[in-house]
């Protein structure tokens, strides 16, 4: 029963889980009622509109009370465990904690501010110590042997076996089986291990938000689009100063690195946003000595329980087995790409030397001598594109898929939100009946902290008679409208869009109906990006396209000569793409595997030694990307950031077969419902990969889709 670690925003996209879920059963009727705590009503969605900062001390101190009293009492009860006298109260208990803390912990990352962030912190340590004593408890942990030893247990659905299995291993992997004091320090360490990654998550978005640069002659702005200029001006007039304001959030900072001819101004910013928490900026924000913590504390955390390092720890409720198992694979996949790495880099030396006079890359070049290469090999710019994804085109086509592929119909539905531009919707079947809600946040703001992630509001599960209808937030960092005009999104940025509401269709469309298995929950960490990744590939389809295009200016739909750059496009630079991400998820594992915090190397010097390996590109020596690789420091994804490419394989391949059949092909679609979307984690993905493809996974797609076979 141990609580999911959050996950940070990523560079481009991310998911994010909360705290185990639970239920509202047992609670007495004066609950409900619209004057008490909102934390502490579970009679709908969360009311955001009515949630202070002072609310959340006492809901959770309330929660934590009563959950401990029903934990105290499933224990000393003689009663022989079954599903409905043991796992079920649990289960209620801990759901009602979860959705209570799961809406803090997500205005936390949304709405930030002062006295929010103050009641969390407040908290954190208090929650994290109760899934740690859940997780260690002897006496919980003998009962769910005993059910599962039962005669009974054969009676159960493979989903509650699942649930039960699952719970058997993270008790093992929450150190219930340690003696005493190895029990007390294996908690102190997940307490730790919680302030330090919140810590690490503020700190940077702090940094985040101190820096901004003021530019007062716009012909130092050359390039930069109009959309980004108009947005820049904007943010320089609410700060009551004249010109164009720059940011290190992404709507602000990509614009620049792409676009802008100001070398000087490129390089400025690049140098700000790759020293980020660190030593060169203020020292209460340097993640530096976080990075050494938080690292030497999950490797004692391992050997606790018995493990060499963190990293085999990370993988036991994984795809992957081993370490050196996830380390071939990132290393045979790097020597596929490497070739095609190093071609996209001496294409862009060649390009920028002999067009555009640079006798060196430097890295804030990189991004805009791309996008020169790009138009000059293509014909086109990423500028030019974006004009033909306006917001309320993208939303549209992106339901109309939805639609055509699951037969579902999506209606927008008033909601309490926590910002006015927060969208939210309602997804029915044929049949009209509600199958899922999901609220969508599409626009950075300072208190939001970057990348885009999916995460759980409410999980889906059977209530007596009746199913609860699972809820999902959405959570992107796109630019907002500036002017009279929509928002646009350039076509990374829908793909982002896309690949998220991958994850929350995951999470919507389960079809289980046990909490521990429902939608994400119970999904091994290297596969739960399947269903986000294979979402991705219906960005590159001219039949969905042309239905999410139009002018912003003109209402034209996308031109086919234009669609079909793009996909020639496709694949540029693809090889540097890969190989980056694998420069990531090989320091990763390293890190977690057979790197000694206290041996004298630091982070950053295992880092450099990975890119001299895999890399084409190497950042100055100032680059402080640890600092904020969030994903790995503040997130789950510790010894798991090759879950990215891993899933990767999973979806080309499932793809393949909707490019077999008909990318929009309502029976494949509803196959790909049954098969993996709605069975959750109630069997392993792998059995669920084989009963929607009939095989076993291939590399192949993968490498076809990435052009490098």
Not at 78 to 83: F, K, L, R, S, V
Not at 196 to 216: H, P, Q
Not at 466 to 474: G, H, K, M
Not at 563 to 574: G, P, S
């Amino acid at each position: 029963m141990t609580a999911a670690t959050p996950t940070a925003g990523r560079d481009k996209k991310d998911w994010k889980k909360p705290p185990p879920p639970a239920d509202t059963r047992g609670l007495e009727s004066n609950l409900y009622k619209p004057t008490m705590n909102p934390l502490l009503d579970y009679s709908g969605l969360p009311r955001f509109a009515d949630i202070q900062p002072d609310h959340v001390g006492p809901a959770i101190d309330q929660l934590l009370s009563e959950n401990r009293a029903l934990v105290a009492k499933l224990a000393d009860s003689a009663e022989a465990p079954t599903w409905a006298n043991f796992v079920e109260p649990l289960e209620d208990a801990n759901e009602r904690l979860s959705r209570a803390w799961g809406q803090v912990s997500h205005l936390h990352s949304v709405m930030d501010s002062p006295g929010l962030r103050e009641a969390y912190n407040a908290k954190l340590p208090e929650v994290t110590q109760y899934y740690a004593e859940l997780s260690q408890h002897e006496r919980l942990y003998a009962k769910f042997k005993a059910l599962a030893a039962s005669a009974g247990f054969a009676w159960l659905t493979p989903a509650q076996k699942k649930v039960i299995d699952n719970e058997l291993r993270d008790f093992r992997l929450g150190g219930a089986e340690l003696p005493a004091d190895k029990k007390a320090r294996f908690m102190a360490i997940q307490e730790e291990l919680a302030k330090r990654s919140a810590k690490f998550e503020e700190n940077l978005l702090d940094a985040t938000n101190a820096y901004a640069r003021y530019v007062e002659d716009e012909k130092d702005l050359a390039g930069l689009p109009e959309d980004a200029l108009t947005a820049a001006r904007e943010a320089a007039e609410k700060d009551g100063k004249p010109g164009w304001k720059f940011t290190l959030r992404a709507p602000s900072y990509l614009p620049v690195m792409q676009f802008c001819d100001n070398r000087a101004l490129r390089e400025e910013l690049y140098r700000a946003y790759v020293t980020r928490a660190s030593e060169f900026g203020p020292a209460e924000l340097d993640n530096t000595e976080l990075i050494k913590q938080i690292v030497r504390l999950r490797r004692e955390a391992a050997q606790l329980l018995g493990h060499q390092n963190y990293a085999e720890v990370s993988l036991v409720p994984k795809m992957a087995e081993r370490p050196d198992q996830v380390l071939d694979f990132l290393n045979q996949l790097a020597k596929r790409a490497k070739p095609f790495a190093e071609r996209d880099m001496q294409e862009m030396r060649e390009f920028a030397a002999k067009e555009l006079g640079m006798a060196e890359l430097a890295a804030w070049d990189l991004a805009w001598v791309s996008e020169k290469l790009r138009i000059a090999r293509y014909a086109f710019s990423e500028q030019e594109v974006k004009q033909y994804f306006p917001e309320p085109r993208v939303l549209a086509g992106l339901f109309r898929l939805i639609e055509t592929l699951y037969g579902l119909e999506i209606r927008p539905t008033p909601a309490p939100v926590w910002d006015k531009d927060v969208q939210f919707y309602s997804l029915h079947d044929r049949s009209g009946q509600l199958v899922g809600q999901f609220y969508l946040d599409l626009y950075a703001r300072e208190t939001k902290r970057g990348g885009a992630w999916m995460d759980d509001a409410i999980c889906r599960r059977r209530k007596g008679e009746t199913i609860q209808t699972p809820v999902a937030y959405l959570n992107c960092n796109f630019s907002r409208p500036v002017g009279n005009k929509p928002a646009l999104f350039t076509h990374d940025e829908v793909i982002t869009l896309f690949h998220e509401t991958g994850h929350g269709l995951h999470h919507l469309l389960t079809r289980v109906e046990e909490l521990g298995v429902s939608g994400i929950n119970g999904v091994e960490w290297d596969a739960v990006e399947l269903p986000s990744q294979f979402m991705e590939n219906f960005c590159w389809e001219w039949d969905v396209l042309k239905h999410m295009t139009g002018h912003v200016d003109t209402g034209a739909p996308l031109p086919k000569d234009l669609f079909d750059k793009m996909l020639a496009a496709k694949n540029f630079q693809a090889g540097m793409q890969t190989l980056r991400q694998i420069e990531f998820a090989l320091f990763d594992m390293h890190l977690h595997y057979d790197f000694d915090p206290d041996a004298g190397k630091s982070a950053l010097q295992l880092l450099d030694e990975i890119r001299r390996q895999v890399a084409v590109v190497i950042p100055p020596d100032y680059n402080r990307f640890p600092n904020n690789f969030s994903h790995i420091f503040a997130g789950g994804y510790a010894a798991g950031y090759y879950s990215y490419k891993w899933a990767e394989v999973l979806s080309a391949d499932a793809y393949s077969l909707f490019e077999e059949d008909g990318v929009l092909n309502p029976e494949t679609g509803h196959r790909f419902w049954s098969e993996i979307l709605g069975v959750g984690g109630s069997r392993t993905a792998l059995e669920s990969f084989v009963a929607f493809r009939g095989r076993e996974p291939t590399i192949d797609a993968l490498l076809r889709h990435n052009g490098m076979i």
